[in-house]
């Protein structure tokens, strides 16, 4: 989405009775989208989902998180992501190191740098890979009416979700880990393991589920969008980063021979592997009507929140709307609006 997009798209979603709405970071700058979307409405949260921490020191987007929090009067969210090493050494051109511990670190110097500016002290951070212990007056901002932001980390192997039941507020889950029984059999108790080695409730730790749901108001719609999501299904396992989620549940043999095209470069070789087993598996599908009963029998209990895509047609948002609010009134136990 051009960033031009972005207010339109953010008063959409407002109007469709979100609470939240997460931006990614992929052709154009996260922040900049968190910037246009938190300026053009009035309730809705905006969460980066995710930036790539590692391009970036932790004062740079310390900087952005406290000057968009005091924009939006509390409603920004700090999506972070390490994204793979040929992408921090070669695209970004930063240095890699282990990401898990090296997350640990920056977020504990985003909270340090955070707390400093709040609370008028010193800037005392010494860590494996990060010091900061310099804040001149001139650079020094102004205390918040709202100074706890949310950070909320992409974690998608054991290490990365330890640490985000460590140090934050919630776990962005990838599209591909997403399935229940991935979120129920792996990643709560690598949260709770996490959590609960900080000393920390594993509740205090928020798990959001972004299934690559297929709706539509017709079954041709819901058809063409499980065509979609096979396809970026058959992208995303073709890398072995990903492919533990098929291994536990007895797809191993999609998964190698996936990476086997996808390293020969026969791309288009690769959605014929990914069956209707397997899209059943990961991909939630219904008609408007229907996807509110089932999102909700696979989530309740087991994820804080769902992330949706809006519909692609406008004209759709009025049905659309009734899905937002019967999922609301599932978690809430109220009656639908």
Known sequence: MPLAAVPAHARRAEALGFDGLLVPEAVDDGVLAALLALEHTERIRVATGVVVAFARSPMLLAQDAWALQRLSRGRFELGLGPQVRGNVVHRFGMPWSPPAPRMRDYVGALRAVFECWQSGGELRYEGEHYRLDRMQPFFRPEPLEHPRIPIALGAVGPHMTRVAG??????????????????????????????????????AVRLFANPMTATGGSRNAVAAEREQAREVLAFTFATPAYRAVLDHHGFGAVADELQALAGKGEWSALTRLVDDDVLERFVPSGSFEEIPDVLAQRYAGLADAIALRLPRDPADDERFAKIVAALRAERTGAAPR
């Open 166 to 203: 460590e140090v934050a507020d919630a776990l962005l889950a990838h599209p591909t880990q997403s399935e229940p029984g991935w979120l129920r059999d792996v990643v709560r108790p690598r949260l709770a393991e996490g959590a609960l080695s900080a000393g920390r409730s594993p509740g």
